[in-house]
């Protein structure tokens, strides 16, 4: 697939598969826009990405905060022309039994997995529809299809971003733009390596695959959606879970 000429956001690209999205859509030829709060560790992303000749380029941005986020769209739009995809990635978690769960965090990981959804796109989807092209694809979670003990929040704010995307889907399917999400399931990410032994174990009982996805594998999918090869796909959510749900 070649991406050259089309310009693509991705949100929390600073590591994990927001990371692996950046740089394999930088190998198609995109110019990549870096979003993230870690503005140290975004800046070493772009700069990989330039060191292998691609072009990207980093903004710091809170994705749950709206003013934040619809102006630094505007100076995107000014400063890189067309906007062609948007990738939903930026996610937190703030894992608790719900019986001992704090406001905070719910509304935290409310606010960045499932308001920074809405903040991104609703701030790009006139200026797609303007242009009558586009392609969001939002990551949203199997733990959002399926649930999962001590992750009421983080199972709530990725099931929501199902119902966006396919709400979204059809408000704008007519305008040249598609939405689809993916869900992964459990990727080899800094996450994941924190896990003890004896839970990662228990995980894989559950996965027919018994391993671990990685990010490239999410990311090529990703990718594929992105792509005019996927221009009558919208309003979908991908599994990418080795099989954990069916």
Known sequence: ???????S?????????GEAIA???????????????????LDEVAQKIKDNNGKAVAYEVDVSQWEQVSGIIQIMIQN???????????????????????????????????????????????HMISNR????????SVVGLMGNPGQT????????????????????????ITVNAVAPGYIETSMTDNLPEATKNQFLDFIPMKRFGTPQEVAQVV????????AYITGQIININGGMLM
Not at 25 to 33: D, M, R, S
Not at 223 to 230: G, P, T, V, W
């Open 1 to 7: 697939m070649d991406f050259s000429g089309r310009t």
């Open 9 to 17: 956001v991705v949100t929390g690209a600073s590591q994990g598969i």
């Open 23 to 41: 740089r394999d859509l930088a190998q198609q030829e995109a110019e990549v826009i870096l979003v993230d709060i870690q503005k140290q560790k």
């Open 80 to 126: 890189h022309g067309i906007i062609h995809h948007l990738v939903n990635n930026a996610g937190i978690t703030r894992d608790n039994l719900l019986m001992r769960m704090k406001e905070d965090e719910w509304d935290s990981v409310m606010a960045v997995n499932l308001k920074g959804v809405f903040n991104f796109s609703k701030s790009l989807i006139r």
């Open 133 to 140: 092209y586009g392609r969001i694809v939002n990551i949203s």
């Open 153 to 176: 929040n983080y199972s709530a704010s990725k099931a929501g971003v199902v119902g966006f995307t396919k709400s979204l889907a059809r408000e704008v399917a007519s305008r040249g």
């Open 223 to 230: 990718r594929f959606l992105l792509s005019d090869d996927a």
